[in-house]
């Protein structure tokens, strides 16, 4: 991994102004399962140069009914959502695909928010440039799209 600074937001307003001043180069983290992982296999297009930490920001790990809706705050833990009796009664096909992401360790510290965004899981982006170099695509600037002819498994959305 390559150096970057690290802040702690304590208030969301706090976790945009630190993503303004970085202006694109600077990274959101919270439960870090997918964004750790990127940047020791260093696939990104270009590295942050900051991490935004949004741990520290309190009240945002909600998982609770407010006038008839289901709502789940973006640092709800994969763990916590896939056993909450609440999001079970509500929306069990939710609770059930939390329950199925990674193993208990990875649900323990993963979040829900994380989940939605974390960055493109094509295999094709994902190469590890440590096996033999950084393979080339569209979706990191350079080259063409390598899953339309080739291995689209487990791809979400193809077109």
């Not at 009664?89 to 990674?102: D, F, I, K, N």
């Not at 080259?143 to 077109?159: E, F, Q, S, V």
Request: glycine content about 8%.
């Amino acid at each position: 991994m390559r150096n970057f600074a690290h802040y702690d937001a304590r208030s969301i307003s706090e976790a945009v102004k630190l993503l303004a001043q970085h202006k694109g180069r600077a990274k959101l983290n919270a439960g870090g399962t997918d964004l750790l992982s990127v940047l020791k296999d260093d696939i990104l297009p270009e590295y942050p140069h900051a991490i935004v930490n949004i741990k520290t920001i309190g009240d945002l790990d909600y998982i609770k009914e407010e006038a008839g809706v289901l709502r789940i705050g973006s640092l709800a833990r994969l763990f916590d959502v896939g056993r909450s009796p609440l999001v079970t009664e509500r929306s069990p096909l939710l609770a059930e695909a939390a329950h199925t992401v990674g193993n208990p360790q990875i649900r323990k510290m993963a979040t829900l928010g994380g989940n939605l965004c974390q960055d493109v899981r094509c295999w094709y982006y994902r190469y590890p440039s440590s096996i033999v170099g950084s393979i080339q695509c569209d979706r990191k600037g350079k080259g063409p799209c390598l899953a339309i002819k080739g291995d689209t498994r487990y791809h979400a959305i193809m077109n």
